[in-house]
């Protein structure tokens, strides 16, 4: 086995889901997300794609992600809207409180730790 991870999704099945009961605020999100790495201690990393469609979110754990396509709005209750777009990227900390809003399909990799 080797050391490294290409994420690469081909021939990859992804999981589908949506925003959880009673977060989605408009419109009808659907979720595919490619998790490609799952190690000890809660770590998780992949691609995940959402469409258009607006929820809150609320983050027990800490998330890094790279914005590959799309446009997307992420709101922290209280703050200023930051539009994210190819190439940007963003952390997450736990505690995180607001909305993600998908204004055109995006996608992302990400690593998430527990």
Not at 27 to 39: I, K, V, Y
Not at 63 to 73: C, D
Not at 92 to 101: A, D, I, M, Q, Y
Request: aromatic share 10%.
């Amino acid at each position: 086995m080797a050391n490294h991870l290409q994420l690469d999704i081909t021939g990859v099945e992804p999981e589908v889901g949506a925003p959880a009961e009673g977060r989605l605020i408009s419109g009808d999100p659907q979720f595919r997300t490619w998790n490609l790495e799952e190690a000890d201690g809660g770590l998780y990393a992949g691609i995940w794609e959402g469409t258009p469609g607006k929820w809150r979110i609320l983050y027990d754990e800490w998330e890094y992600f790279n914005v590959l396509s799309g446009h997307s709005i992420v709101t922290e209750d209280g703050g200023e809207p930051v539009h994210l777009r190819t190439g940007d990227r963003m952390i997450l900390r736990p505690g995180f409180k607001g909305t993600w809003e998908v204004v055109e399909t995006t996608r992302k990799d990400y690593v998430i730790i527990l």
